[in-house]
């Protein structure tokens, strides 16, 4: 069983549209994060939630929003893609924030191409 | 800001050997370092977690290290597999709750 799984894996849209990312876990972890990987294959957190409420927003253009509408589920939702959004989004979990001693587990990844 | 470098960017050893790879961090008030693995196409897996209070973590062939004094952490693979080909990321997490990662090793294991 896939314990973070995202969809869709791979998205192909144009500049200017509104596209969604979805993500679960069935790990019952309290903790999920978005990151974005970019060409240079660099990981930078983007947001994260704990127990349905966001504890980290990083530098992020408010294009893009989060949504948890429980502990298992965390959407990303992004408005007026732009070129520079290109790159793969991960989703992950864990049972406590990042300074706890848990791991983190993470999907496999949504790659977002902007044409 | 964290900031965390990982040396060498690309390692290519022969089947067989034992290898390091190195990550360093800027900021010593990390509560954990964390070590994972990506292949191609896929999401990270973790590997191993050494807590702050903590000097090594072994798993298997992995052994890493944490020298916070100096913001060091080590990975050691004993006797490399092909299979073990993926690049390693270490990450750590400070004050800001935050878990910054390094830029990665890309490992290559010739059979």
């Known amino acids: 069983d896939t314990a973070v799984s995202q969809t869709p894996k791979y998205l192909v849209t144009q500049m200017g549209n509104d596209k969604s990312i979805k993500c679960e876990q069935n790990?019952?972890?309290?903790?999920m994060y978005w990151y974005k990987q970019d060409s240079k294959k660099f990981l930078k957190i983007m947001f994260s939630?704990?127990?349905?409420?966001?504890?980290i927003n990083e530098t992020v253009p408010n294009r893009f929003s989060p949504k948890s509408p429980d502990k298992a589920h965390l959407n990303l939702h992004i408005n007026s893609l732009e070129l520079g959004d290109s790159a793969v989004y991960f989703c992950?979990?864990?049972?406590?924030?990042?300074?706890?001693?848990?791991?983190?587990?993470f999907g496999d990844g949504t790659r977002l191409s902007i044409l | 800001k964290q900031e965390v470098t990982q040396i060498p960017a690309a390692l290519s050893v022969p089947e067989g050997e034992n290898l390091v790879l190195n990550c360093s961090f800027t900021?010593?008030?990390?509560?954990?370092l964390q070590w994972f693995r990506q292949d191609p196409g896929k999401g990270l897996t973790s590997l191993l977690l050494?807590?702050?209070?903590?000097r090594e973590q072994t798993s298997g062939r992995l052994n890493a290290s944490l020298d916070k004094s100096s913001g060091r952490s080590t990975l050691y693979i004993a006797a490399s597999q092909p299979g073990d080909s993926a690049t390693y990321l270490c990450?750590?997490?400070?004050?800001?709750?935050?878990?910054?990662f390094g830029t990665g090793t890309r490992l290559t294991v010739i059979p």
């Open positions: 050494i807590q702050s209070s903590q």
């Open positions: 990450a750590g997490p400070t004050g800001a709750n935050n878990l910054f």
């Open positions: 939630y704990n127990n349905k409420e966001l504890i």
């Open positions: 790990l019952g972890h309290d903790t």
């Open positions: 992950a979990s864990s049972q406590e924030p990042p300074r706890g001693n848990q791991p983190q587990h």
């Open positions: 900021d010593s008030a990390i509560y954990n």
